[in-house]
Structure formats: structure tokens, C-alpha cells
């Protein structure tokens, strides 16, 4: 069964955006580089991305013309926009996204029930919290930035219940950025 990666930015004190959806605090780390190498060896086991709304629109704004190291990767991987107000999702010169309306969760779930690689979920925070509370999280990937901003967006909100996690990586970077990946622990129920 393929596996649904979400993966996300997120400041030492929790928060994935500011309290406007603002993501100025990536900046505050100037080298990815090393961050992008490791998401190139990630993305080998990777075959569909998918985005939200309003990710979908930072990100076609600057990956289809990006002169970056993981940026052929980004460009040509298949992506799937969940969008109800999208009727297409261009990428550039590169082949669009298709856009789904229907049920994200249910989606989701089928997509991972087909043959294929791993899927990636990048941001798109209502998307992220949407499937972990389907229980269709397989892998979270945190880049925890070295920077704290008192408040904002968290990734997951006080009602989405207990979520018992096994780290199964750690990472220290020379920016400054730790990077940990953890696995659901399922109950022996689930």
C-alpha cells in the first residue's frame, strides 16, 4: 500500500504559518540546499504530490521557473490540487495539476490503495489536517526552523484529538533547521 508523507516547515514554537498565513519566517534560514538534497534522495520513493488551494497558488508562482536543486522534481512530478472553487491548476510550461473536488479523504484513501509510490502532501494545512483526522497519515516530516514567532497557525489544532507518534528520524542541519520524521503508532485496534 502506497504511503501518504505529509511534510512541513514549522517554527520551534509550533506554528507552520503566521496568524495570516504568513510563511515569512523561511526566511529566516538563507541555505536550504542541504535540506533539498535530502528531499531529492526522498522523492526517488515519491510519485504524486498533492496541495491545497492556496498552496497551489504560492507554489506555481515559483517552482515552474525556479533554478533550484529539487526543482525538475518538483516540476514534473504529477501533482493533484484539492480545490472547490479551482477549475484548473496550470503549472508553466509543464504539464498542469489536475484538480479534484470531491472528498480529499476518500480520494486518498483510493489513491493509496492503488499501485504506486509514496505521496507527498507539502503545506496545504486544512489538506494536512483533513487526512490526519481521516487517519490516512502514514509518515510526518517536520523541517523545524530555528526561529520562534509567538504565534500563528499550528499543524494540528486542539480538537484534532491525541496523535501518539514514533520518531524514526532525527537530523540536525548546518542552517540550523532539525528535521525529524515520525510514524503514527497504531493502536492494535487500527
Not at 479534484?100 to 480520494?107: F, G, Y
Not at 499543524?155 to 532525527?170: Q, S, T
Amino acid at each position: 500500500m502506497r504511503r501518504l508523507i505529509v511534510q512541513e516547515l514549522i517554527t520551534v514554537d509550533g506554528y507552520v504559518a503566521g496568524p495570516q498565513g504568513e510563511l515569512d519566517f523561511f526566511d529566516s534560514v538563507s541555505d536550504y540546499s542541504h535540506v533539498d538534497r535530502d528531499n531529492l534522495k526522498l522523492l526517488e520513493d515519491v510519485d504524486t504530490v498533492l496541495l491545497g488551494a492556496a498552496t497551489y497558488r504560492m507554489f506555481v508562482q515559483y517552482w515552474p521557473t525556479a533554478d533550484e536543486t529539487v526543482a525538475n522534481v518538483v516540476n514534473t512530478m504529477p501533482k493533484l490540487v484539492f480545490s472547490s472553487t479551482l477549475d484548473e491548476a496550470p503549472w508553466g510550461t509543464w504539464d498542469p495539476a489536475e484538480v479534484v473536488k470531491s472528498d480529499a479523504a476518500a480520494k486518498v484513501a483510493d489513491l493509496k490503495r492503488q499501485p504506486g509510490e509514496d505521496i507527498m502532501l507539502w503545506g496545504s494545512l486544512s489538506l494536512a489536517q483533513s487526512l490526519t483526522r481521516a487517519g490516512l497519515l502514514d509518515e510526518l516530516q517536520l523541517r523545524v526552523v530555528p526561529v520562534a514567532i509567538g504565534s500563528g497557525q499550528r499543524l494540528f489544532p486542539d480538537d484534532l484529538g491525541r496523535l501518539d507518534l514514533e520518531l524514526i528520524e532525527g537530523k540536525l542541519y548546518p542552517s540550523g533547521i532539525i528535521s525529524t520524521r515520525y510514524r503514527p503508532r497504531r493502536t492494535s485496534g487500527a
